[in-house]
């Protein structure tokens, strides 16, 4: 099997502080649906962790039992690609624990790259970003869900990617579709963004 080429960028994706559709700043549910499938999207493009942020002690407990299931119940015979998709899946209470972790195991911070789907001034485009992918150096791509992150998180980050435009003026990608389409971008084989 060939070893994962991206293991020094990781991904996050953000449950709090997140917005809801009124604006108001919330803690969101975490879906299995999105924890299974990023899980292999992670994995197809050699991220090193998915982070599965939330600080619901009861969501930290779902997302565990889920990725146990796999990767040492019945589910890890089942599927034993399954079981590969999740052996990098982690669930942490917060963006800055994933932070700490990280500049621990690597010894200096990593990047943090935000996304959304709202365009703000100075945003890294593809290839800006893409270019940056070549060094060694550590980097954490944050997703958020709901109405997106909290601007704080997004004041703090040193990037904030360019978003995804369609062509429709309909803007209102699931998360997991968009880090599909933005690991593309960034980490796959096909044309240079």
């Not at 590969?84 to 990280?102: G, P």
């Not at 990593?110 to 992918?133: C, E, H, M, W, Y």
Request: glycine share 8%; aromatic share 8%; charged share 25%.
């Amino acid at each position: 099997m060939e070893e994962a080429r991206y293991s020094n960028i990781h991904l996050a994706l953000v449950h709090f502080p997140v917005y809801n559709k009124p604006g108001d700043v919330v803690v969101s549910s975490v879906t299995t649906l999105d924890v299974h499938d990023i899980s292999r999207v992670c994995r197809t493009f050699g991220v090193g962790t998915f982070y599965v942020v939330t600080p619901l002690e009861t969501q930290q407990k779902l997302v565990e039992r889920l990725v146990g299931h796999w990767l040492k119940g019945h589910g890890a015979e089942y599927n034993p690609t399954r079981k590969e998709a999740l052996q990098s899946t982690r669930v942490i209470k917060s963006l800055e624990d994933v932070v700490a972790e990280m500049t621990e195991q690597y010894g200096k911070n990593p990047r943090v790259v935000v996304t959304g789907a709202k365009q703000v001034p100075n945003s890294i485009g593809f290839s800006d970003l893409k270019k940056q992918l070549c060094d060694e150096d550590p980097m954490l791509l944050v997703f958020g869900t709901g109405w997106g992150l909290e601007k704080n998180l997004i004041l703090k980050a040193d990037y904030v990617l360019e978003p995804i435009e369609g062509n429709s003026g309909f803007n209102h990608l699931p998360v997991r579709g968009a880090i599909a389409i933005i690991l593309d971008r960034l980490l796959g084989r096909g044309r240079s963004w």
